[in-house]
């Protein structure tokens, strides 16, 4: 359990033809308390995966800075255990070995392979340990690869769509188990998610994000009782607010992908009222 | 007799080109620059039939056995060199990013990551490896001095056509059976393991 601070990170990639160098984002600032649960949601492109990126230590900022703790960062670290929308998992180890590749760096091999069974079994897999990556479903292996960045017991853990890829009743059930880890273990949790609704479902503040210029366009505060009702006033609201800000960037990102003939009643119109239709933006 | 003395050559000439072929392998896999400079030389030499080196090896080791040693490595070098050089090169960049997270360094990533993700690769080097450097001996013994390849041509000088045959059904049998017994069995173990197995 630590607190990120995000101080005017900057990211550009450098000229990838000849019309200069591309910003993605630039200024942003933000912090992350210490068991707190924020997510940050936005259209595509809009850099989301880049800072998550960067405050897992995998990229660099162009500028500004990221800690975690007291501690700024300058490369990846087992302090920050990372979840990526492919499980991720080693083919040719299975699901106990897997788990253990994260330990092996810090504990000895009996150690390790008892702190994996713990995880395991809180992911609810203990049945699946001497499995193969190629025998699990789709959220299987996304429970391995939580149970995998867990058990390094990260101060932060960060999440990118790590249920994007995933079905409706699986999305679903992983939404339950994550909540209760979160609740068990009391981490920071940075969680990225294209789903408007997942991330109500699941945060303190939700960042939501646009482009062009590309930067934090304001911050929810999630201020429901836990277990959250989709069906509630309260939810709908929140996510009516949310859904409406977010048309307006998604509209500009369509705008610049498909030209001068889109036309904005087409994006209120996929994009504006079907609220399931929001699930899959 | 000279069977023992062919499979010698073929063992030890074969372990070695598996080894060297896996060091350039890894390599030039791991390195751009030493991809940049030897990888096309590799090419280029893959292209040549290595019992075209064995009158230059000859000459060089002096007509002993080394240089039919020499004409075996060669045989099957460049096979294994370049497949495990794109075993590596095709790792899942999510695999390297996601140990990276977990504090694994450099020298750390190419051990515990990219060797073992290019197994599937290196098996396919090693059955390479193997068929060439098979064929590769079997033409220098034809040439050179001892083994199967001689005394097939000795069978031909004193025209005993049945042990020709015989010897030629034998050289196939070996070749059949360490592809089918040896390198199809572990490759089956492996791939099965990976999920990769075809349905066949
Ligand atoms: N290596 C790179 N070189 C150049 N541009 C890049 C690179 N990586 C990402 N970008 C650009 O940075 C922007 C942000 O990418 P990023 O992957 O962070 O978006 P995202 O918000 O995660 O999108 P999505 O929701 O689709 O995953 C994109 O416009 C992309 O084109
Ligand atoms: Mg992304």
Redesign the pocket.
């Known amino acids: 359990m630590e607190r990120v601070v995000i101080e005017e990170v900057e990211?550009t990639?450098p000229n990838?033809e000849k019309d200069g160098s591309?910003t993605?984002f630039k200024d942003i600032s933000l912090t992350v308390d210490p068991g707190e649960f924020v997510s940050l949601l936005?259209?595509?492109?809009?850099?989301?995966?880049?800072?998550l990126?960067i405050v897992a230590g995998l990229d660099q900022s162009t500028a500004g800075e990221v800690k975690v703790g007291d501690k700024k960062i300058k490369g990846p670290g087992s302090d920050r255990g990372v979840v990526f929308q492919e499980a991720a998992l080693m083919p040719w180890l299975n699901v106990l070995e897997n788990v253990t590749f994260a330990l092996r760096k810090k504990m000895k091999k009996e150690e390790a392979k008892k702190h994996a069974e713990k995880y395991l079994k809180l992911v609810h897999l203990s049945k699946f340990m001497h499995s193969y990556p190629h025998e699990l479903s789709g959220g299987m292996k996304q429970r391995v690869s939580i149970a995998r960045a867990l058990s390094m017991d990260p101060a932060v853990l960060l999440m990118?769509?790590p249920f994007g890829a995933l079905d409706e009743q699986t999305r679903m059930m992983l939404h339950r188990e994550v909540q209760f880890i979160w609740q068990e273990t009391q981490k920071t949790i940075l969680f990225?998610t294209?789903n408007i609704r997942e991330s109500i479902l699941l945060s303190d503040r939700i960042v939501l994000?646009g482009t062009r210029p590309g930067g934090i366009r304001k911050i929810f505060t999630v201020d429901l009782p836990r277990p959250r009702k989709p069906s509630s006033p309260e939810f709908i609201k929140l996510e009516e607010e949310i859904m409406s800000i977010l048309a307006g960037e998604i509209e500009k990102v369509m705008k610049e992908e498909m030209g001068d003939d889109f036309n904005s009643k087409k994006a209120s119109l996929l994009y504006g009222t079907d609220r399931n239709m929001g699930n899959h933006i | 007799m000279a069977l023992t003395e062919s499979l010698q050559r073929i063992v030890i000439g074969f372990s070695l080109a598996v080894i060297i072929g896996g060091i350039l392998g890894i390599l030039l896999g791991v390195s751009k620059i030493a991809d940049e400079t030897l990888g096309s030389l590799v090419i280029a030499l893959q292209s040549v039939p290595s019992i075209v080196w064995l009158p230059i090896a000859l000459i060089v080791f002096q007509g002993g056995a080394g240089a039919i040693y020499f004409v075996v490595i060669l045989g099957g070098t460049w096979a294994m060199t370049l497949n495990i050089r794109m075993g590596i090169k095709n790792v899942q960049p999510i695999l390297i990013r996601a140990a990276r997270t977990m504090g694994y360094n450099n020298t750390e990533l190419i051990w515990r990551v990219m060797l073992p993700a290019s197994i599937p690769s290196a098996l396919t080097g090693a059955r390479l490896a193997w068929a060439f450097g098979w064929r590769a001996l079997m033409a220098a013994e034809l040439i050179g001095r001892g083994g199967l390849g001689r005394t097939l041509m000795d069978a031909r000088d004193f025209f005993n056509m049945d042990l020709v045959v015989a010897i030629m059904i034998i050289i196939s049998i070996i070749g059949l059976i360490v592809e089918y017994f040896f390198f199809s069995k572990i490759e089956r173990k492996v791939l099965s393991r990976w999920g990769l197995a075809k349905a066949s």
Not at chain 1, 42 to 51: A, R
């Open positions: 990211k990639f990838k591309f993605v936005g259209p595509s492109g809009c850099g989301k995966s880049t800072l990126n990118d769509e990225v294209h994000m």
